[in-house]
């Protein structure tokens, strides 16, 4: 991808959003259920688009929302419902058409009227109600949640996504008949949504504090006393977004040396700097969207970013910005070394396109390793139960369990990934960047990268379907290929594409869900030139598997 001439500079005024006009095509839009592009599509992480083509609109969101309500009375869940949004434009909007249409449906619903509730926040909230022997609790009293948000999409974008009552984002099954049940409604030009005025929705509301119980359980993940106690100069960067009034009570709660270097809100996001590819996007794993943060670095230990609904993490030290699987590895590695109370057989989860640094930090340390496909939801089961110790992908999400071994929340969680970087600081006095030298010293320095190929519809359905058996090639940069995948190797799940590895390289394809590319994910252990070799050589491998003997 060319580099823009923006990247990394405060955004001009020609990239800012026209926020009125936004939000009057949010409420006059109207989608055409025949177009692909604007029906109800649920990806990795919910429904997402924007009402200027008319991908996400009040439509949408009536529909979608009569689906969900739908599916908990058939599911038998009739335990509040906790909502959140973040900072975009198009999240209070669409939080109030979805908060019309659940009370419209007799749905007790949980909120904060007026505020922004990140995704971790309503994960946390929900794990709590539903939390086996909590006191008053009937069995049958399941809470679930909806999270209004696109992540760290650019400021035009909405996004809609569900939790059940496991805490974590939804499985296919739900996901599927959601988003058909939602389409369905839309064809049927919407006659099957319920709906109260705004007046009688905000009546319905059972005002909700979410962020007490979050911040004063802090100290039942990460060893906050340690903090306290080292005087770590920690500084954070909520790029704009909900985790904010978060930090803002973990600073005024926990007596942390903690800094909060920007408390802007805006949903034109113009604090931002730009993106690599001359793009507005709260990417906190960006160095070029986290280039204010990265510009104070030398003031703090570490330092702390985060996406607008804080399900992302980017970790900044004297160093720089930390790769977002460098960091991946290290809390793993200091993880099931200081956290005595999980149980002996706890595995590390990771997704396929996460690097293969932590398959070496996983052996050196003795846990399993169970590698999944892409998607947060792999991770749910286990850190629900325990069997899970840390849940992890690649584009900077994780979470992982309280001292005790018990969940704290089942989605990712932006917040303790920074907090656990001052913990490891205070504890072993050394940064996440210093402790990450130490595992290359010790397992192998890798280098990875991430790149587009060109991919037509017919194309991407072909590597969507592939099997092992299509792919003909025997070695990759040099080395005997070690395995050929379609499926995960922790789950058995078909990952949407192939991954082929050796004993020193891999890389991974996948087709996007949004544009005429697919995705090539690759590292090597040999270095730069040796992974550039790898990834010349997948795309090789998966042209001739497009095109077939």
Known sequence: MTLSPLAGKRAPQSLLTNIPRLVAHYYETRPDPRDPLQRVAFGTSGHRGTSISGSFNEAHILAVTQAVAEHRAAAGITGPLFMGLDTHALSEPAWMTALQVLVANGVQVRAQAGAFTPTPLISHAI???????????????????????????????????YNP?????????????????????LENELRDVQRVSLEDALAGLTDFDFITPYVSQLGTVVNL??????????????????????????QAQHDLNLQIVNEDIDP????????RDGKIRMDCSSPYAMAGLLALKGDFDVAIGND??????????????????????????????????????????????????IDRVGAGIGRRVVEVPVGFKYFVEGLLDGSFGFGGEESAGA???????????????????????????????????ERFADLTARYGETAYD???????AAQKKILSSLSPEQVTATTLGGDPITAKLTRAPGNGAGIGGLKVTTDQAWFAARPSGTEDVYKIYAESFRGEGHLRQVMAEARDVVSAALTGP
């Open 450 to 456: 991430r790149q587009d190929a060109p991919a037509d």
């Open 225 to 250: 006393d340690a903090i306290r106690q080292s005087g770590v100069r920690i500084g954070v960067d909520p790029l704009g977004g909900s985790s904010l009034p978060v930090w803002q009570a973990v």
């Open 399 to 433: 979470s992982f369990l309280r001292l005790d071994g018990t969940p704290w929340s089942t989605d990712k969680d932006g917040l303790i990934p920074g907090l656990l970087a001052a913990e490891m600081t205070a504890v072993t006095g050394r940064t996440p960047s």
């Open 308 to 357: 607008p609904d804080a399900d992302r993490h980017g970790i900044v030290t004297r160093a720089g910005l930390m790769n977002p699987n460098h960091y991946l590895a290290v809390m793993i590695e200091y993880l099931f070394s200081h956290r005595p109370g999980w149980r002996a057989d706890a595995a590390i989860g990771k997704t396929l396109v996460s690097s293969a640094l």
């Open 268 to 275: 034109r996001f113009a604090f931002m700097s730009v993106d």
């Open 165 to 185: 009552p496991s805490g974590g984002p939804a499985d296919t099954d739900v996901t599927g008949a959601v988003q058909a049940r939602a389409n369905a409604i």
């Open 127 to 161: 794990l709590e109600h539903n939390r086996p022997g909590r006191e008053g609790k009937p069995d049958h009293d399941w809470a679930d949640g909806i999270v209004i948000t696109p992540s760290h999409n650019p400021p035009q974008d909405g996004g809609f996504k």
